[in-house]
C-alpha cells in the first residue's frame, strides 16, 4: 500500500513528489501526459531560467529531478476512478493501486460540453456522476456521452440502473466495448427540454432521453472529487482548506484544480504545502 498516490505529473504533482520523496515516504505519481504545459512553447516568467523554455522541456526536468530522488513515476497512464475513504483504491488504464492517502493535481478542469442547451440543463437530467445520481434514473432511458475508457467505467455504473442505455460519442470514435448497447456517433446539435432533459438532437435524428450522464475525455480532479462527495464550486474548482484537504480525509488537491492563479510559480508553491500538510497527516493515522 502506498502513502500517497498523486494523480497528475504537472508541477503540483511534480513538486509535491519531491518533498514527500525526500520525506522518505512510499509515493507514486501517476501522469496521463504533460498537462497544461505540453502546449507551451514559451516560458519566461517562471524563476531560475535566463532563456525562455517550453513546457516539455520545464515538465520532464521535473520528471528527470524526481526521477533521480527515486520518485516512482507511471507515464501515459490515466486514472479513471478513486474509490473508498481512506485507504483508497485507484483503478488505470494501467492496473490498479491502494494508498492511505490521494493528491489530486490533474490542472485545469476539463471544459464545459459546447452544445446547445448545456448550461440550462445542467442539473435538470445533465449528470456528471452516475455513482451519484444513477439511482434517479432506475429504469429509464439514460445516455453517456463518451467514447473512451472513462465513458466505459461509467457505463458499468449505469448498467446497475437501467437497461436502457445509449452510447454518444459526439463525433469521436469509440475505443472500447459497449456492451450490447446502441451507439450513436454522430456529434450532438442540441440537448432539449425546458424543465428537464427530455433528449438529445443530432443532425440526422432526435433521442428521448430521462438523463444524460457526461464522461468525456479524461476525468479530471473534480470528476473525481464529485464522485467521492469532495466539495466543488460552481467554477468546477475543488475547495480545500488551508491545509489543501478536501473534506473528505485523506484526500487532498492543489494547483490548477483548486483555482487561483493559474501559474507554474502557484502550482509548485500548492504541491510543496500539500506535502507538508500530507505528511503530517501520516503521521496521525500511522502512530
Ligand atoms: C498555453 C498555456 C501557456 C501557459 N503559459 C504559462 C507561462 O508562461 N507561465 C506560467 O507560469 N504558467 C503558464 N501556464 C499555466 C501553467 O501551465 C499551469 O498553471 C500549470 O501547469 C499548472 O500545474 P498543475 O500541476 O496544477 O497542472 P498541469 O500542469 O496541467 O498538470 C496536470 C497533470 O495531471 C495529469 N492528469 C490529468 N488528468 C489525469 C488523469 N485522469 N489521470 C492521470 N493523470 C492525469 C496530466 O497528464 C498532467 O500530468 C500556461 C498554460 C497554458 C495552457
Known amino acids: 500500500m502506498y502513502d500517497v498516490l498523486i494523480v497528475g505529473g504537472g508541477p503540483a504533482g511534480i513538486s509535491a513528489a519531491v518533498y514527500l520523496q525526500r520525506f522518505k515516504r512510499n509515493i507514486i505519481v501517476i501522469a496521463k501526459d504533460h498537462g497544461a504545459l505540453g502546449s507551451t512553447t514559451h ?5 531560475g531560467f535566463e532563456n525562455p523554455i517550453t513546457g516539455k522541456e520545464l515538465v520532464e526536468a521535473g520528471f528527470a529531478q524526481a526521477r533521480r530522488l527515486g520518485v516512482n513515476i507511471h507515464e501515459n497512464e490515466e486514472v ?14 494501467g492496473g490498479e493501486y491502494l494508498t492511505k492517502t490521494v493528491l ?9 460540453l459546447r452544445v446547445k442547451g ?3 440543463l445542467q442539473g435538470k437530467g445533465i449528470s456528471f456522476c452516475g455513482i451519484c445520481d444513477g439511482f434517479l434514473y432506475r429504469n429509464k432511458k439514460i445516455g453517456i456521452l463518451g467514447a473512451g475508457d472513462f465513458m466505459a467505467e461509467e457505463l458499468e455504473v449505469l448498467r446497475n440502473f437501467s437497461n ?13 466495448s459497449t456492451h450490447e448497447y446502441p451507439v450513436v456517433t454522430e456529434p450532438l446539435v ?8 427530455t433528449g438529445v438532437k443530432t443532425q440526422a435524428k432526435t433521442y428521448d432521453l430521462d438523463a444524460l450522464f457526461i464522461a468525456a ?18 467554477k468546477n474548482e475543488i475547495e480545500v482548506d488551508p491545509n489543501f484537504s478536501t473534506n ?9 484544480c483548486i483555482g487561483g492563479l493559474l501559474q507554474i510559480s502557484k502550482a509548485v508553491s500548492d504541491g510543496a504545502q500539500a506535502a507538508l500538510a500530507i505528511n503530517k497527516y501520516l503521521k496521525t493515522i500511522t502512530s
Not at 164 to 176: D, M, P, Q, R
Open 164 to 176: 436502457n442505455l445509449t452510447v454518444f460519442t459526439n463525433g469521436e470514435s469509440l475505443s472500447v
Open 118 to 120: 448545456f448550461t440550462t
Open 190 to 197: 442540441e440537448l432539449l427540454g425546458v424543465d428537464s432533459l
Open 104 to 112: 489530486l493535481t490533474t490542472g485545469m478542469n476539463r471544459p464545459n
Open 80 to 93: 479513471l476512478s478513486i474509490n473508498g475513504s481512506g485507504p483508497f483504491n485507484i483503478k488505470t488504464n
Open 217 to 234: 475525455g479524461t476525468p479530471s480532479a473534480s470528476d473525481f472529487a464529485v464522485r467521492m462527495g469532495a466539495f466543488v464550486n460552481q
Open 43 to 47: 516560458i519566461e516568467n517562471y524563476y
Open 248 to 256: 473528505i480525509a485523506g484526500l487532498y488537491a492543489a494547483g490548477d
